[in-house]
């Protein structure tokens, strides 16, 4: 409905009623009819705002933001001037929120906070990189819409705005000396000087920083209304403006902090916890009264809180050896913490290996020297992260893989003369790089360590038997199934000798082994073992112990490979019970049990069920494993099934291709998990009758999983029948019968296994 005071039309453009008013302007939503029908925004000059400082002003706003297109700057449209000579412009109409009120009525996490937060700082140094400087940033306009179902902030009002390296206007445009432009709360302290001389890029992003911490802990680092404007200005502009930190700033908000904290998901420990360290510094930094020590551009303060985000190493914060290695520690969490267990195991072990000892034998000697290998190993690892320190880096960036190859030859070179420590670390380094997917180095350190434990004295070889184990590991995600089958069993029969039968290191090769088999389509020789491996864990460990989640998992996969169902879903389902219960919603093992799950609901054509589980499976492999990891290549291959079984092949061919892009990268040449990749992509081909590029996949697919899982496994008999559809289509109707028989024998014969 118009506003009495709104006139009918301004220009070509409809009234239709009030959207809001500033300093020097009134915005309209209007509707717009030729060349286009849509709804805009129309900011025209007050009445009787028509000094020329003002005049300037709003022409340089409309200037401002006719130079910039950048997605989160909301777009000029046209301009002009009024029948009385009022200028307007026209802008895209946002409907939104302030960017707090949205954070706060979505209950946004910290983390999520930040990645609403990063694209504003882009639009910001859009603007500075345009020479524009919008000099009063605030929550009011940050408008967050919604478009496609995603929250897209838009930086609004450049109505301030000062140009730094050209002129927006005829009618230079200088703050008026005494003339305070902005938002106290927000305002840099050399705004507040009044003197507008000496005002650059970092006076935006001050006001960013006391952005930030207002969305960080839900109120102001100094409010103006609490102290009086005077004093505030007193304050900031002799720079005494010293807030205390985010994290100290919630132990004064009393009551309000259980509402702070619900809002962003959390309890007030946790979000404490969660601001202290990074987050501290990087608001303290943006904010620092001198601007000397602030960022130098926005763009740094946006790539600092996404280093954050990414578990690097921030800028913003003084840089030490400790701090770099517990970035490092939790940036490849899932590659060291496999690492980091069995070097704790391995000095654990060691050292209750020699208090043992010492007090069965009073070999004091051999306990010293047992006690001086654990210090080694020890010193070792300390020295081995010392390459990310500063000093010692000299300034180069470490990569994982730079401190794990340096490792892998310190090893060989420094320890050759103690095969105790060599054996122990060669096996360390081998499970992580094997965690990393980086099996073509994880193998020769395996077998280096599996050597090396060989020629050692050990009566019950049970050293030898956790080679044979992290071996068969490798040999079985390499595709090198009858090479794995080997090792695990004979790693089975060391350990049941040594330890009987129930023991849970004895399930914990069961498990290995049942998962091979499955692997192989030996159906019904996994089942049993696996079912044994079960009732081992669950008997030793409890129910809800995340070595048994593994075993749970694998039998609720040969469930659902048999096309039991009904007996799949809840093993999956208690899976990933037990894992998020012991690692929380982010852990590599919750990513696989979410794929496990989305891959029933595939098969049970459950294709809105199966959607969000593939999703968040991916987001977890590409943030704990990086882009090119076998595991995001794996559920890449499955969101491409899922496009194709609904009729998308836009969106699965391109998945597709990518799977099998990084599997060729990462895998050996001959692993069956290309041809699952192959056997898609052949499949979207054909089903868009590109049926000349379609074949040559379904022929490498089909020789593939014929040389290396055998004529006999059900995944030939899917290739052979995806196939013969295509040759049906292609006028070989007596080839394409061929096939189908073929499938149906490998099919029953499979059937009759089960």
Same mark, same amino acid.
């Given at each position: 409905?118009?506003?009495?005071?709104?006139?009918?039309?301004?220009?070509?453009?409809?009234?239709?009623?009030?959207?809001?008013?500033?300093?020097?302007?009134?915005?309209?939503?209007?509707?717009?009819?030729?060349?286009?029908?849509?709804?805009?925004?129309?900011?025209?000059?007050?009445?009787?705002?028509?000094?020329?400082?003002?005049?300037?002003?709003?022409?340089?706003?409309?200037?401002?933001?006719?130079?910039?297109?950048?997605?989160?700057?909301?777009?000029?449209?046209?301009?002009?001037?009024?029948?009385?000579?009022?200028?307007?412009?026209?802008?895209?109409?946002?409907?939104?929120?302030?960017?707090?009120?949205?954070?706060?009525?979505?209950?946004?996490?910290?983390?999520?906070?930040?990645?609403?937060?990063?694209?504003?700082?882009?639009?910001?140094?859009?603007?500075?990189?345009?020479?524009?400087?919008?000099?009063?940033?605030?929550?009011?306009?940050?408008?967050?819409?919604?478009?496609?179902?995603?929250?897209?902030?838009?930086?609004?009002?450049?109505?301030?705005?000062?140009?730094?390296?050209?002129?927006?206007?005829?009618?230079?445009?200088?703050?008026?000396?005494?003339?305070?432009?902005?938002?106290?709360?927000?305002?840099?302290?050399?705004?507040?000087?009044?003197?507008?001389?000496?005002?650059?890029?970092?006076?935006?992003?001050?006001?960013?920083?006391?952005?930030?911490?207002?969305?960080?802990?839900?109120?102001?680092?100094?409010?103006?209304?609490?102290?009086?404007?005077?004093?505030?200005?007193?304050?900031?502009?002799?720079?005494?403006?010293?807030?205390?930190?985010?994290?100290?700033?919630?132990?004064?908000?009393?009551?309000?902090?259980?509402?702070?904290?619900?809002?962003?998901?959390?309890?007030?420990?946790?979000?404490?916890?969660?601001?202290?360290?990074?987050?501290?510094?990087?608001?303290?930094?943006?904010?620092?009264?001198?601007?000397?020590?602030?960022?130098?551009?926005?763009?740094?303060?946006?790539?600092?809180?996404?280093?954050?985000?990414?578990?690097? *190493?921030?800028?913003?914060?003084? *840089?030490?050896?400790?701090?770099?290695?517990?970035?490092?520690?939790?940036?490849?969490?899932?590659?060291?913490?496999?690492?980091?267990?069995?070097?704790?195991?391995?000095?654990? %072990?060691?050292?209750?290996?020699?208090?043992?000892?010492?007090?069965?034998?009073?070999?004091?000697?051999?306990?010293?020297?047992?006690?001086?290998?654990?210090?080694?190993?020890?010193?070792?690892?300390?020295?081995?992260?010392?390459?990310?320190?500063?000093?010692?880096?000299?300034?180069?960036?470490?990569?994982?893989?730079?401190?794990?190859?340096?490792?892998?030859?310190?090893?060989?070179?420094?320890? %050759?003369?103690?095969?105790?420590?060599?054996?122990?670390?060669?096996?360390?380094?081998?499970?992580?790089?094997?965690?990393?997917?980086?099996?073509?180095?994880?193998?020769?350190?395996?077998?280096?360590?599996?050597?090396?434990?060989?020629?050692?004295?050990?009566?019950?070889?049970? %050293?030898?038997?956790?080679?044979?184990?992290?071996?068969?590991?490798?040999?079985?995600?390499?595709?090198?199934?009858?090479?794995?089958?080997?090792?695990?069993?004979?790693?089975?029969?060391?350990?049941?000798?040594?330890?009987?039968?129930?023991?849970?290191?004895?399930?914990?090769?069961?498990?290995?082994?049942?998962?091979?088999?499955?692997?192989?389509?030996?159906?019904?020789?996994?089942?049993?073992?696996?079912?044994?491996?079960?009732?081992?864990?669950?008997?030793?460990?409890?129910?809800?112990?995340?070595?048994?989640?593994?075993?749970?998992?694998?039998?609720?996969?040969?469930?659902?490979?048999?096309?039991?169902?009904?007996?799949?879903?809840?093993?999956?389902?208690?899976?990933?019970?037990?894992?998020?219960?012991?690692?929380?919603?982010?852990?590599?093992?919750?990513?696989?049990?979410?794929?496990?799950?989305?891959?029933?609901?595939?098969?049970?054509?459950?294709?809105?069920?199966?959607?969000?589980?593939?999703?968040?499976?991916?987001?977890?492999?590409?943030?704990?494993?990086?882009?090119?990891?076998?595991?995001?290549?794996?559920?890449?291959?499955?969101?491409?099934?899922?496009?194709?079984?609904?009729?998308?092949?836009?969106?699965?061919?391109?998945?597709?291709?990518?799977?099998?892009?990084?599997?060729?990268?990462?895998?050996?040449?001959?692993?069956?998990?290309?041809?699952?990749?192959?056997?898609?992509?052949?499949?979207?081909?054909?089903?868009?009758?590109?049926?000349?590029?379609?074949?040559?996949?379904?022929?490498?697919?089909?020789?593939?999983?014929?040389?290396?899982?055998?004529?006999?496994?059900?995944?030939?008999?899917?290739?052979?029948?995806?196939?013969?559809?295509?040759?049906?289509?292609?006028?070989?109707?007596?080839?394409?019968?061929?096939?189908?028989?073929?499938?149906?024998?490998?099919?029953?014969?499979?059937?009759?296994?089960?």
């Amino acid at each position: 409905m118009t506003s009495p005071e709104a006139p009918e039309r301004i220009g070509p453009y409809r009234i239709l009623q009030v959207l809001g008013e500033g300093g020097m302007g009134v915005v309209y939503v209007a509707e717009q009819t030729e060349p286009v029908r849509r709804r805009v925004a129309l900011k025209i000059m007050k009445l009787g705002m028509d000094t020329k400082q003002v005049v300037a002003r709003f022409e340089a706003e409309r200037q401002a933001l006719a130079v910039m297109e950048h997605p989160n700057i909301a777009k000029v449209l046209d301009g002009g001037a009024s029948e009385t000579g009022r200028p307007y412009f026209v802008m895209e109409l946002v409907r939104g929120v302030p960017i707090t009120e949205y954070c706060d009525m979505h209950r946004l996490s910290t983390r999520h906070r930040l990645a609403l937060f990063i694209p504003v700082c882009h639009a910001v140094q859009h603007a500075h990189q345009k020479g524009v400087i919008h000099r009063d940033l605030k929550p009011s306009n940050v408008i967050v819409a919604v478009q496609d179902d995603r929250p897209v902030p838009k930086v609004i009002d450049f109505g301030i705005a000062k140009a730094v390296s050209q002129r927006l206007t005829e009618l230079t445009l200088v703050t008026e000396y005494g003339q305070a432009m902005g938002t106290p709360a927000y305002m840099s302290p050399e705004q507040a000087e009044m003197s507008g001389l000496d005002v650059d890029t970092r006076t935006d992003i001050y006001s960013l920083g006391v952005m930030l911490y207002e969305l960080l802990v839900g109120r102001l680092p100094l409010d103006p209304a609490e102290m009086g404007v005077p004093a505030f200005f007193a304050r900031l502009v002799m720079r005494e403006s010293s807030p205390p930190r985010p994290s100290g700033r919630l132990s004064t908000l009393g009551r309000d902090q259980v509402g702070i904290a619900s809002s962003r998901q959390t309890n007030m420990s946790a979000l404490r916890k969660e601001l202290r360290g990074d987050l501290d510094w990087i608001v303290m930094k943006a904010m620092d009264p001198d601007r000397t020590r602030r960022y130098e551009t926005v763009n740094e303060l946006a790539a600092d809180l996404q280093r954050h985000l990414d578990d690097e *190493p921030v800028v913003a914060r003084p *840089p030490s050896a400790r701090y770099r290695l517990a970035k490092f520690i939790r940036r490849h969490r899932a590659g060291v913490a496999a690492g980091a267990a069995a070097m704790a195991a391995l000095l654990i %072990g060691a050292t209750v290996a020699t208090v043992g000892l010492v007090r069965a034998t009073r070999a004091e000697a051999v306990a010293r020297q047992e006690a001086e290998a654990v210090r080694q190993v020890a010193d070792f690892l300390v020295g081995l992260f010392r390459v990310s320190d500063p000093g010692e880096a000299r300034g180069n960036t470490i990569t994982a893989r730079e401190i794990l190859d340096q490792g892998a030859r310190q090893i060989t070179t420094e320890l %050759g003369d103690q095969p105790a420590v060599q054996a122990r670390l060669t096996q360390t380094m081998g499970e992580v790089y094997s965690e990393l997917g980086l099996y073509d180095a994880a193998r020769p350190l395996l077998e280096q360590s599996l050597a090396l434990r060989e020629k050692l004295r050990d009566p019950d070889q049970l %050293g030898v038997a956790t080679g044979l184990v992290d071996l068969a590991s490798v040999a079985r995600r390499q595709g090198t199934f009858a090479q794995a089958e080997s090792l695990y069993r004979r790693a089975l029969t060391i350990r049941e000798a040594a330890l009987g039968p129930n023991d849970p290191q004895v399930a914990a090769v069961l498990n290995g082994l049942g998962g091979l088999l499955f692997t192989q389509g030996k159906y019904a020789e996994a089942e049993p073992v696996l079912k044994r491996a079960m009732q081992l864990r669950e008997r030793a460990l409890g129910p809800n112990a995340p070595d048994l989640g593994s075993t749970v998992r694998n039998l609720g996969a040969l469930y659902w490979a048999q096309g039991r169902y009904a007996e799949a879903e809840p093993m999956l389902r208690r899976a990933l019970q037990i894992y998020e219960r012991a690692y929380g919603a982010d852990h590599r093992e919750v990513a696989a049990s979410l794929n496990n799950l989305g891959a029933l609901y595939w098969t049970e054509k459950k294709y809105p069920e199966a959607e969000p589980l593939y999703v968040r499976a991916q987001q977890i492999y590409e943030k704990l494993l990086g882009p090119e990891h076998p595991d995001v290549a794996t559920i890449l291959n499955n969101l491409g099934e899922l496009a194709w079984a609904q009729g998308k092949y836009a969106e699965a061919e391109p998945l597709f291709r990518r799977s099998l892009e990084i599997k060729r990268k990462v895998l050996t040449a001959d692993h069956p998990s290309i041809a699952i990749s192959q056997n898609g992509l052949a499949s979207v081909l054909r089903d868009q009758g590109r049926y000349r590029e379609a074949e040559p996949f379904y022929q490498r697919a089909l020789a593939l999983r014929e040389r290396v899982l055998g004529p006999d496994n059900p995944s030939v008999a899917e290739t052979l029948r995806a196939y013969a559809a295509l040759l049906r289509r292609t006028g070989r109707a007596d080839q394409a019968a061929g096939f189908e028989a073929r499938a149906q024998a490998v099919e029953a014969k499979s059937k009759s296994h089960k």
